[in-house]
Each structure stands twice: as C-alpha cells, then as structure tokens.
C-alpha cells in the first residue's frame, strides 16, 4: 500500500514595497521632484493607498526596474537631462547645497574684486572732480518762472524769489545779488554763463512755481555760472498753508549745496517757518508785488489795501513780514 504523499503549497513571499515619494526617489537615484514628474508625464509605475491620507503611494522594485527598462530601449533616458546624483546625506533624508568648484569660486571672486575696484575709482573721480571746482562764494537767484498759465499769480512766483533772496542773503559767508538786479534777468534769452557773468557770481539758481487750488509746486536748481553744470535739483510739493516752511527747506538745500558754513543764528533765521493762512499769504504777496511794480501812487494804494487785507484776515503778521 503506498504511503500518502501530503504536497506541502508553496507560501508566496510578499512583494517588497516603495512606501513613499521619498523611498521611490532612492531606489532610482533621482530626487522626488524628477519621479513624481516621470509618474505624471511618463506612466511610471506609482500605486495610491486605498483609504488613506491625500498623497500616500507606494510602488513595487519590479514594475519600477521593467519600466526603466522599456524606458531605456525607448531611448527616452537620453532625451532626459541628467539629474545631479543624490549624495548620502540625501539619501538619509538630509539634502547637502551642491559642491561649487574651485574655478566658480575663484570666477565670482574676481568679480567682486573688479566691483570693488570700479566703485573705489568712480568714489576717487568723484572726490577729485569736486576737490578741483572753485569753492561757491556768490549767488544769485533768478525770477522763478510762474508756470500756473494765469498771468495773475505772477505775484506768487516774485514773492517767492524774494523770500528766498532774503533767506540766504543772512548767509555771512556767502554773496547774494539782490531782487531788485536779479529782477532784469525775468524771462530773458541770456544764457546762464552770460548772466553769471553779469552779475559776478559762482552759481545761479533758476526754478519755477505752480498753484493749483491749495497746494503749490515749486521746483528749483543750482548752476555754476562757469560751466552751465546743474549740480542739484529738487521739487518741493506743499499746501499753501505750510508755504513758509517750504522756503525754508529750500533755503536749507541751498546753503548745503554750495557748501557754505552756517551759524547758530544763520541757520535759525533759515529754519525759521510756521503754517499761515493760505489767503492771508496771497494777500501779502500781492500788496508786495503792487508795491514792487512802481507804478506810482495807484500802486501804493493798492499795496495798502492788500496788506490791511491780510492783517484784517491774520494779526500777528508782523512777525511774518519781517521774518
């Protein structure tokens, strides 16, 4: 009788498995970004885990090395830019920045001592062309041009140019032609070299004026008489109410650019500057620029008029009118 064979079934060892972007990058020796592109662009063999968290997926070694294969005899491995290979820190989940080499290194350190170098040279020329120009010891500030389209608000323009005659002529150190010689120069076809020498003076400046409702513009620039070189420009935007403290500033920038020295008085008597009234201010300017016009009694009247104006509107003008 023959003894009973008992075939023993054979137990399938489970297939190892990918669990991860991460696990998936290593095992093919790129990084999770090139994979998850193949996946998307390209079939790779990536399998989503049922029921679990967005972004979960894992991937069988074999059906990953049959589609490099078939990937390789298609001749797509290639056409692929090579990535960079993973280094162990990778590997461990730790990403190492890429090795520069010598030659990157010595390349973008004589560039920045090239950088250095030019900077250095421009400060130098910059130093030296300023050393040679003549020291700027007078001035003179031509009629601002009044650019409003109203031949009205002429008076703005010219009460300005006097404020800020009057501001730096308190300057010690530093010569300014008076309104009355300046007021010749209004919208003349002179050069600034021939008026410079004109008047005998280092630098010129030459600016305009604009009101529009109750903000006023005005825009100035310093010139040396010898080579017509602007050498500072500034626009100054203000409401009119704070119109004295705009000449101020702009007395201020004067004095610094032409590099004169400024004591304590000087300098208060520059700064010196409040809000006014926006109407007692026109009302002021416009008795002034009557007065200026020299047209004899009707003139005086009507400067009398306009400054009673104003004191009616504002009494602690004083103070303003001799500031």
Known sequence: MAEPSFEIASVEKPARRLDSWKEIAVYLNRDVTTVQRWEKREGMPVHRHVHEKRGSVYALPEELDAWVESRRLRGDESEEKPEPEMTPSARSGQFAPPARSPRLWFALAAVVCLCLTAAAWLAFRHRAADASQPKIRSLAVLPLRNLSGNPSQEYLADGITEALIGRLANIHNLRVVSHTSVMRFNNTQLSIPEIARTL????????????????????????????????????????????????????????????????GEEHQRLAAARPVAPEVYESYLKGRFALGQGNGRAGIEESIGDFQEAIRKDSTLRPLTSA
């Open 200 to 263: 005998g003076v280092d630098a010129v400046v030459e600016g305009s004026v604009i009101k529009e409702g109750d903000r006023i513009r005005v825009t100035a620039q310093l010139i040396r008489g010898a080579t017509d070189e602007h050498f500072w420009s500034e626009t100054y935007d203000r409401e009119m109410r704070d119109v004295l403290t705009l000449q101020s500033e702009l007395a201020q920038s004067i004095a610094e650019k032409v590099e004169v020295s400024v004591d």
